[in-house]
């Protein structure tokens, strides 16, 4: 069903960025205002440092939100992907490492990442095809 699919075909292009030294309330304020379960931290110099869920936020929902910063609660394994690699292949590594979101990195610059695809994109891909 996912075969004929690519990464490029379903991501979300662009990301939501956050300063390392951002404070919780500033992350739950953006993904509120912009509708995102998920944005990346990065540091003055666009280096992407990890990424934060709104799962890694509730972890932490008891907590002085304000004095918290991204990088306290950031999980800084960020895995990512290729625009060109099959939807197969990004559903699997989801899948291995347990995450709903996957970065994607440029073909020309592995440093730079152009989107994001997470699981809701791939499920709603699988109910449309169910119909």
């Known amino acids: ?24 309330s500033n ?3 953006i993904m509120g205002k912009n509708n995102i379960s998920s944005v990346v931290v990065s540091d003055d110099n666009n280096i992407y440092w990890g990424i934060i869920t709104d799962i890694d936020i509730l972890k932490h929902y008891n ?20 625009p ?8 699997a ?7 709903h979101h996957l970065y994607v990195v440029s073909e ?3 440093d730079k990442i152009i989107g994001v695809l997470s699981s809701k994109d791939i499920v709603k891909l699988i109910s449309e095809k169910l119909d």
């Open 1 to 24: 069903m996912l075969s004929k699919y690519f990464v490029r075909d379903l991501m979300s292009r662009g990301i939501y960025e956050v300063s390392l030294k951002d404070n919780i």
């Open 27 to 29: 992350v739950i304020k």
């Open 63 to 82: 907590e002085n939100l304000d004095e918290l910063k991204a990088e306290d609660i950031m999980v800084s394994k960020l895995i990512t992907i290729s």
């Open 84 to 91: 060109t690699a099959p939807l197969e292949k990004a559903a």
């Open 93 to 99: 590594v989801m899948a291995e490492n347990n995450i």
């Open 108 to 110: 020309l610059r592995e």
